[in-house]
């Protein structure tokens, strides 16, 4: 892992440039790289640390972030990402399941390490501290590496692991997908082909290293590509978005739905003009609307892209002009080279035909760059990812296909309403409520109903100092009615601040699914 991601590349060239919100900037070159990933290797053998050891981090976005991982790759250990916007809760389950041996940690997120209520008991781990004064027990990151350089890496071949991420919990409880060495092909055809990034672009993926878009494609597949790619610590903001776009020239930018909605709800613009080529989008359906946005303010059209943390990307609106073409509105795509994407029938695993709504899996048989083979200690969730005979991945989203091979989003499977008859997938109403002036974000449920079984219910969030008219709630369902069908429109509008969502970006409508409930006992 560390000859393929550092080593054989040129030392003197540049691999990450970090950005801080203060405006500071530093470039960390592949031979910095090398040398304190092996120092900080060195350091981290000596606490014992080995070839198929998990080791965490729960660091934010720079160098130290990006030397600890080579650092653990280096011994042939498995690496373990921790979200910093987790609680001590989240990340006490994620190490104790992971059996995590070493936890490194940056100084502000060390309190969330102390044995209680919230973690557990007392941990078996060792945790490294990147502050420079630390607590009895701690061990300085700083010290490990004074150590010597030098040591040879370590080979685990293409089926060992390299990391061990856990999916987001929106379908259920956390469950731990390994990543092999051989995932890397999978991630190089994204990077190349879907995001179409080319030796000459200034690369930002603004997504957060500790999920598996912003691990996969803004360090691991850079790393392997010998490609610079852009990490800026600290949280999301729209000024510091538009700033960055502008004063760094970015030419290839990708992020999750929710920062290009921000963008396009905010009054704010930066002074200058982007200087984007090509412009990704992933995590959640992107809205029609924000394509339109996103051509005529960023001037390049946003291209959504589709994936899942146990795949990587497998279906998107690709870059590369080999693969590139047409987009179709509201689609996320086509299959990415290397992967074979159908449409399943909802009741029996048969392909369905074109144009009909069915659940979205992934031919095993004709996709050579899977590399998922099911959750760790997870038999029970495995089986009801695969079918019976093992051929077909269920990614258990509801989609639709045309007859060119553009896939349509509609919904997670739990997430369908299936009202009088008629399967309505919530994208199709969230895009249409979007389409209003008024509104930033939207997200739509379903909602018990003693005629029908199951009505729209929609959560509304309007731009930036907006207040709703005493019309909108009607206006918002007419749109509906208008732009996807009159039985389709929601029954009850709630305006609120912000919606639910996941630390990586992702409306939990569950939360909403009770919300409503609530709403309606109420009253």
Not at 4 to 13: F, K, N, Q, V
Not at 152 to 177: C, E, F, I, Q, R
Not at 254 to 280: E, I, K, N
Request: charged share 20%; glycine share 10%; aromatic share 8%.
């Amino acid at each position: 892992m560390a000859e393929l991601l550092c080593d054989r590349h040129d030392a003197g060239a540049v691999a990450f440039t970090v950005l801080d919100r203060d405006g500071s900037r530093a470039d960390l070159t592949f031979g910095l790289l090398r040398e304190r990933s092996e120092r900080l290797a060195a350091g981290l053998a000596s606490l014992g640390v080995g070839r198929g050891d998990r080791v965490a981090t729960l660091m934010a976005k720079g160098g130290d972030l990006v030397t600890a991982q080579l650092a653990i790759w280096r011994l042939g250990a498995v690496y373990l990402p921790l979200f910093t916007a987790f609680g001590a809760g989240a990340i006490g389950d994620r190490l104790r399941q992971a059996n995590a041996r070493v936890v490194l940690c940056d100084g502000p997120e060390r309190h969330k390490l102390e044995p209680g209520t919230e973690l557990g008991p007392q941990p078996s781990w060792t945790l490294v501290n990147t502050a420079e004064v630390v607590g009895e027990g701690d061990v300085r990151f700083a010290d490990l590496l004074d150590f010597p350089s030098g040591a040879a890496p370590v080979a685990v071949g293409p089926d060992g692991a390299m990391m061990v991420l856990y999916t987001s919990g929106t379908t259920g409880s956390p469950k731990g997908v390994e990543v092999p060495v051989r995932a890397l092909a999978s991630f190089e055809s994204y990077f190349v082909y879907g995001l179409g990034v080319s030796s000459d672009d200034i690369y930002w993926n603004a997504a957060d290293p500790g999920w598996a878009y912003g691990l996969y494609y803004s360090i691991v597949a850079p790393l392997l590509l010998g490609r610079c790619s852009m990490l800026v610590a600290g949280r999301f903001t729209v000024e510091d978005t538009w700033r960055i776009l502008t004063e760094y020239g970015v030419t290839n930018f990708a992020a999750a739905p929710t920062v290009f909605r921000s963008l396009r709800a905010s009054p704010h613009r930066g002074d200058g003009t982007p200087a984007l080529r090509r412009v990704s989008s992933a995590g959640e359906p992107l809205n029609p609307d924000v394509v339109e946005w996103s051509a005529e303010v960023l001037g390049a059209a946003v291209h959504d892209h589709y994936g899942q943390t146990e795949l990587g990307m497998v279906i998107g609106n690709s870059h590369h002009p080999s693969v590139s073409g047409q987009m179709r509105p509201g689609s996320m795509g086509t299959a990415l080279p290397g992967w074979t994407a159908e449409i399943l029938h909802s009741d029996r695993d048969e392909v369905l035909g074109a144009g009909g709504l069915g659940r979205l899996a992934i031919d095993v048989s004709a996709s050579p760059l899977m590399w998922f083979e099911g959750y760790l200690d997870r038999p029970d969730a495995t089986a009801e990812r695969f079918s019976a005979d093992r051929r077909w991945y269920l990614t258990g989203d509801i989609a639709r296909r045309d007859e060119d091979g553009f896939f349509s989003f509609s919904s997670r499977d739990d997430d369908v309403i299936i009202m009088a008859g008629y399967r309505i997938g919530p994208f199709d109403i969230e895009s249409a409520l979007i389409g209003h002036p008024l509104v930033a974000e939207a997200a739509c449920v379903a909602a018990a109903d003693d005629l029908r079984g199951e009505v729209v219910e929609a959560f509304v969030v309007l731009r930036t100092g907006m207040e709703p008219p005493g019309e909108l709630t009607r206006d918002l369902q007419d749109l509906v009615r208008n732009r996807y069908g009159a039985h389709a429109y929601p029954r009850r509008v709630h305006f609120v601040a912000e919606l639910p969502k996941t630390p990586s970006g992702k409306v939990q409508r569950a939360l909403l699914r009770r919300r409503a409930e609530i709403h309606r006992a109420s009253n």
